[in-house]
T-cell receptor
Framework: AQKITQTQPGMFVQEKEAVTLDCTYDTSDQSYGLFWYKQPSSGEMIFLIYQGSYDEQNATEGRYSLNFQKARKSANLVISASQLGDSAMYFCAMREGGSNYKLTFGKGTLLTVNP | GAVVSQHPSRVICKSGTSVKIECRSLDFQATTMFWYRQFPKKSLMLMAT?????????EQGVEKDKFLINHASLTLSTLTVTSAHPEDSSFYICSARVGTGVNQPQHFGDGTRLSIL
C-alpha cells in the first residue's frame, strides 16, 4: 500500500487564485512528520512547509498553509494568491518515527498557473 | 538557509564509464545524507542513506556494487555509478538533514542529470 497518496496528477489555477493540492498518508506511527516540496522544471527540490503529527495548529509559511486533518490522515497544501512562478511539481512526503529520517514521497502533482 | 551543493549538474558519458557525483553541505555538518533517483515525470526513489564514517544503508533492490557511496567527512558524500549503462541514465539528487530535530527538513542539492550513451 502506498504510504503517501497524491490523487491529482495535474492541477490548473488562475493567477491570484488559491489552490489546494491533496495529500493523504498511511502510517501506524504516532510520531511522524509531513513535508511539502516544490520541484520546478530545473529539478531542484525546494522545501515549503512542515507539519508534525503532534502539532495542534496548521502550519503556515507565507502563502503556503497546510490543512492538517489527522483523523482523516490528510495533509493538503494550500497556496494562496497563486503566481506564475508557482508552476511546478509539488511533492508531499512523510517521515515516520524511527525511520532514520528517511522520507517517503508521493507521486507528485503538476501545478500550472495560468495568467 | 542550509545549502547543499551537488556537482556536476549534468554528465554525458559513454557506456562502461564510471561516474562520480559529489554532494556537499556548505554551511553545516551533515552526519546523514540521502541519495535519490528520479525518472522523468516520476517521484523520488530513495536509493541509500549515507552515514558519515560508516557504510551506507541501501534500499531494497539497489545494487550496492553498482552504486558506491562514500561519506568520508561531515560535509561530503559521493555516489559513484560504476560501469554505467544506458539504463542508469536518470536524475540523481542528494539531500542532507540539518540538525537533529524531528521537524528538520531535508535540504536538497540541485541534482545531476546523467546520460549514458
Amino acid at each position: 500500500a502506498q504510504k503517501i497518496t497524491q490523487t491529482q496528477p495535474g492541477m490548473f489555477v488562475q493567477e491570484k487564485e488559491a489552490v489546494t493540492l491533496d495529500c493523504t498518508y498511511d502510517t501506524s506511527d504516532q510520531s511522524y512528520g509531513l513535508f511539502w516540496y516544490k520541484q520546478p522544471s530545473s529539478g531542484e527540490m525546494i522545501f515549503l512547509i512542515y507539519q508534525g503529527s503532534y502539532d495542534e495548529q496548521n502550519a503556515t509559511e507565507g502563502r503556503y498553509s497546510l490543512n492538517f486533518q489527522k483523523a482523516r490522515k490528510s495533509a493538503n497544501l494550500v497556496i494562496s494568491a497563486s503566481q506564475l512562478g508557482d508552476s511546478a511539481m509539488y511533492f508531499c512526503a512523510m517521515r515516520e518515527g524511527g525511520s532514520n529520517y528517511k522520507l517517503t514521497f508521493g507521486k507528485g502533482t503538476l501545478l500550472t498557473v495560468n495568467p | 538557509g542550509a545549502v547543499v551543493s551537488q556537482h556536476p549538474s549534468r554528465v554525458i558519458c559513454k557506456s562502461g564509464t564510471s561516474v562520480k557525483i559529489e554532494c556537499r553541505s556548505l554551511d553545516f555538518q551533515a552526519t546523514t545524507m540521502f541519495w535519490y533517483r528520479q525518472f522523468p515525470k516520476k517521484s523520488l526513489m530513495l536509493m541509500a542513506t549515507s552515514n558519515e564514517g560508516s557504510k551506507a544503508t541501501y534500499e531494497q533492490g539497489v545494487e550496492k556494487d553498482k552504486f558506491l557511496i562514500n561519506h568520508a567527512s561531515l560535509t561530503l558524500s559521493t555516489l559513484t555509478v560504476t560501469s554505467a549503462h544506458p539504463e542508469d541514465s536518470s536524475f540523481y539528487i542528494c539531500s542532507a538533514r540539518v540538525g537533529t530535530g524531528v521537524n528538520q527538513p531535508q535540504h536538497f542539492g540541485d541534482g545531476t542529470r546523467l546520460s549514458i550513451l
